[in-house]
């Protein structure tokens, strides 16, 4: 437990430090949500009703943009050697640093949701839906860009190759996360149960699958 | 704690780094890793402690109680595993977390290695030396009985040098065991040799 | 039997006699299934001659699942037996599962248009084969970008049962989704209902594919052991002209 705190207390302060990507996220977020209606044209009844999936998809994106540097950074400069001679579990390192992005990249959008939707025209209703399922949702998104993360972690640039590999494990958490946050939808409820269920099973296969794929000596 | 080395054989990317490497280390001993440029030496630290896979061959400790070998070794290489923008203090404190049986704080620590009033400066501000004896400050915040260090004189000027004999005299005689890799001829007296590449 | 043909040498010498016969019954059993296929079978009475893409589509569609458990089953062998052969399986299965996905989602979508009047409709089916494909994608991605033969099997066979779980997650939301968004007319194939007359190419084509598809991986995997000799050999040469240098 020591090891969890001391790690996630540590990548909140390099993320909020100078260099660190905290924050960056975020306005990445609010560029998409921005950038979608100039594509789609002013409607709002149009936008009212796409604005969870707008919502969601900005998510997905913003997710992505800050993993390469999830395990690299630290793989480049040995302190990843140092993580693998601790005591504690590698699932637990891996845990921690998933904690640690989620609070950074996840959590902020979350909370942010209801502001950004407000652009989108989305009805109060809506707006506490989506950012309800963002919530619940955004921590599967992080698990499973750890395990692209993870993979990639040796390779240099690996930005494009994480996303390669990591779309495919966000597709379910983005079709429940979406269904959850319309509060027309009569199986919104469901879908948010299944959407925590997601973000439980992510995980326990993000940190498993992680931990494999960075712990030495093979 | 003993370290034992049978038959070592390691490889990277299929290259043959090193075949049949065997060798006993006890408590108050040191020996120094010597052989030119891709003989191996950061390669069997690594294999050491569990960071690069063995190909063939064991690598085993006794008197070590539960611990694993991992878990009962420093390792100070040449990517020193500090956060430039965390200070000196707030490195050390990570590091003394993450290995766990906490010895001296990292001010004192910091003290002992030449850099007292080093802590609350982010170490992107520091020197190659000055980081040099920040990574090695680790040493002494966690108690290790192995420590495997990786060319631990670059960087380190002449009173570095002294100052890093002193903390290695003083570990060996509290029965720690040193392994380190070097150019140079290591500051220790009775220190043995291992030549790779020969 | 396995333990014997671990070693790569046995695996070279008996791969070489099944090879032939498995190619030239995958050959016989397609031109049988084909003849069954175009000439010897009727049209269905409400698709008419479309239905005939079926005989591909279907047995790719097996076949892009087949070759995903062999991965499966390579993975947990490299990751678990360390078996020697497993991951030279999973290299070679890689590619072909990805050549069948494609084909049939070419063909799928082929038969998409005259059918639904579009090449592409996001049923359930078609869509958990295409989230299938970019999986397949990531693969061979990340076999790409590994240069470290070891570390390359290794995180493949992680990627590898990563993706087997996702699969059925994958299908079971995408047809909640699909239930959700419409109730797109959805074509049921097998089942009871299909006339004995079109069981019967369909059966033959989908064991042609088995077949070739076979053929094809055992295939792959003596090139692949091939290309590692050579690999072999060429660093052992580098080491011979070290040598003879110092």
Redesign the interface.
């Given at each position: 437990m020591?090891?969890f705190l001391?790690?996630v207390r540590?990548d909140l302060?390099?993320a909020a430090?100078?260099?660190?990507a905290g924050g960056l996220s975020l306005v990445f977020f609010l560029m998409v949500v921005t950038l979608i209606p100039f594509g789609l044209g002013p409607d709002l009844n149009l936008l009212s009703r796409i604005g969870p999936a707008i919502l969601w998809i900005a998510g997905v994106l913003a997710t992505l943009i800050g993993l390469d540097r999830l395990f690299q950074a630290d793989e480049?400069?040995?302190?990843l050697?140092?993580?693998?001679?601790?005591?504690?579990p590698f699932e637990v390192v891996v845990l921690a640093k998933a904690t640690a992005h989620w609070i950074a990249t996840g959590l902020p959008l979350a909370l942010f949701a209801p502001l950004f939707g407000l652009l989108v025209a989305l009805e109060p209703a809506a707006l506490a839906r989506t950012a309800l399922s963002l919530l619940v949702g955004t921590p599967a998104l992080t698990f499973a860009g750890a395990?692209g993360a993870a993979?990639?972690a040796?390779?240099r640039r690996?930005g494009l190759?994480i996303a390669?590999?990591v779309?495919?494990?966000m597709?379910?958490p983005l079709?429940?996360g979406v269904?959850a946050a319309d509060p027309a939808?009569p199986?919104s409820g469901q879908a948010l149960s299944?959407l925590a269920a997601?973000t439980l099973?992510m995980g326990a296969?993000g940190c498993l699958?992680a931990a494999?794929?960075l712990r030495?000596?093979? | 704690m003993q370290l034992a080395v049978d038959n070592l054989a390691c490889r990277r990317a299929g290259r043959r780094v090193f075949d049949g490497l065997s060798f006993r280390l006890g408590p108050g001993e040191a020996l120094a890793v010597t052989g030119r440029n891709g003989a191996g030496k950061s390669t069997l630290l690594g294999a050491i402690a569990g960071l690069v896979g063995r190909h063939a061959g064991e690598v085993s400790a006794s008197g070590i109680g539960d611990r694993t070998l991992a878990e009962s070794l420093h390792l100070v290489g040449h990517r020193d595993g500090l956060k430039g923008s965390l200070t000196a203090e707030e490195n050390l404190a990570f590091a003394a977390a993450l290995l766990g049986s906490q010895a001296l704080a990292p001010a004192d620590a910091l003290a002992r290695t030449g850099l007292p009033g080093a802590a609350q400066l982010p170490v992107a501000y520091l020197s190659a030396g000055q980081r040099r004896r920040v990574a090695l400050a680790r040493l002494l915040v966690a108690h290790r009985p192995l420590w495997l260090l990786d060319e631990p004189l670059t960087a380190l000027d002449t009173a570095g040098q002294s100052l890093l004999a002193g903390i290695m005299a003083e570990h060996l005689a509290g029965g720690g065991l040193i392994l380190a890799a070097t150019h140079a001829p290591l500051p220790i007296e009775g220190a043995g040799e291992l030549r790779l590449g020969a | 039997m396995l333990t014997r043909l671990a070693n790569p040498a046995t695996f070279m010498r008996v791969s070489g006699y099944a090879l032939p016969p498995l190619a030239t019954a995958a050959a016989l059993l397609a031109a049988y299934g084909l003849y069954l296929a175009f000439l010897a079978s009727p049209a269905d009475y409400q698709q008419g001659e479309t239905v005939r893409i079926m005989y591909i589509h279907v047995p790719a569609a097996w076949l892009s699942l087949f070759f995903y458990s062999i991965m499966t089953v390579s993975a947990l062998g490299t990751l678990v037996w360390r078996h020697p052969l497993a991951d030279v399986s999973q290299r070679a299965a890689a590619p072909i599962g990805a050549a069948f996905t494609l084909v049939c989602l070419v063909t799928g979508s082929l038969w998409g248009k005259p059918m639904w009047g579009t090449y592409w409709v996001w049923d359930a089916r078609l869509t958990s084969v295409l989230v299938l494909f970019l999986m397949y994608c990531g693969i061979l991605t990340l076999w790409r970008a590994l240069d470290d033969p070891g570390r390359a099997a290794r995180a493949v066979a992680i990627l590898t049962l990563v993706g087997a779980v996702n699969v059925p997650i994958v299908k079971f939301s995408v047809e909640w989704w699909s239930t959700l968004h419409q109730g797109a007319s959805v074509f049921r194939i097998g089942g009871p209902l299909i006339d004995p007359a079109m069981l019967r190419p369909l059966f033959c084509m989908a064991l042609a594919f088995t077949c070739f598809g076979l053929a094809l991986h055992l295939a792959g995997m003596r090139t692949e052991i091939l290309r590692r000799r050579v690999r072999t050999l060429t660093l052992l040469q580098a080491e011979r002209l070290e040598r003879a240098a110092a």
């Open positions: 020591g090891t001391a790690l540590r302060a390099l430090r100078v260099g660190g480049e400069d040995g302190s050697d140092l993580m693998r001679l601790s005591p504690a395990i993979l990639a040796s390779i690996g190759v390669i590999l779309v495919p494990l597709v379910p079709i429940f269904a939808n199986g299944i997601l099973a296969v699958g494999a794929a030495g000596g093979e | - | -």
